[in-house]
């Protein structure tokens, strides 16, 4: 059985208290993988409905659209699309907890949270999930760089991008986004992830956070320090930064050498 690797969406419109989440969970680095954050139930849902998160961690005081609200939203969302995260409340008031299990969450924390309750609540959902994914008659993988076809998400939809299309994807706040003429798009996939679908002939790793259609550069400034800057032809004129390390490479491929 594959490892099981949890993505997180944390939800609190107090930033103290994502940060709190964000330290308690760097011990599970191996077990969860914190995918983005949202300070209120409107960020929060069009990230849940962009991308599929396994677990979320939500406060129930919020402005506008409560926790409690959210959560019974995704038990609608649930429905129609066959799963919704696993729901984490954590909170500083109990008198929700009934409402809480009554929206299915698999947990009510209370702040300032226990390290030793926070990992029990952990175990549960990974033994849930454990659960699910062996339930699920597993399928043969199939080659997915076989078309080269980039799925993104846009709107609600997942939409699939031609390659050649793609002038530069980069990686911001947990997040790997792709760039075309006029448009950024949101991906399910790390900016590792998509470099291994990418062709390699056309796009260069020129940065930690950058990968560049080569072939879509129109100006090469020379900054100080060795690094370089990229302009291309998207709409913006977006400059993509190059690093010292990778400034060579890019050199070479552009007969800068």
Partial sequence: M???????????????ARQELRFLLEKY?????????????HEAWELITALEY?????????????????????????????KA????FVTAYEEFALDAFGVNAVDYLLKPIDPRRFEITLQKVLSLEEKQESAEPQKPAKPFSSVGLIPVEHKGKTLLLEQENIIFTYASDDYAFVKTFDTRYIT????????????????????RSYIVN?????EVIPEYNGTLTLVVD??????????????????????LT
């Fill in 54 to 82: 396994s677990i979320l961690f939500l406060d129930i005081h919020m402005p506008e659209i409560n926790g409690l609200e959210l959560a019974a939203k995704l038990q609608e969302y649930a429905r129609e699309k066959g």
């Fill in 214 to 218: 080569i072939k879509r550069a129109r």
């Fill in 2 to 16: 594959k490892k099981i690797k949890l993505k997180a969406l944390i939800v609190d419109d107090e930033y103290p």
């Fill in 29 to 41: 680095s191996d077990k969860v993988q914190i995918v983005g954050e949202a300070a209120n139930a």
């Fill in 85 to 88: 995260p696993y729901i984490v």
């Fill in 188 to 207: 399910r996939f790390t900016l590792k992830e998509l470099e291994s679908r990418l062709d390699s002939n056309i796009f260069q790793r020129c940065h």
């Fill in 234 to 255: 998207d709409a913006e004129r977006s400059e993509v930064p190059v690093s010292r390390s990778q400034a060579k490479k890019i050199r070479q491929i552009l007969g």
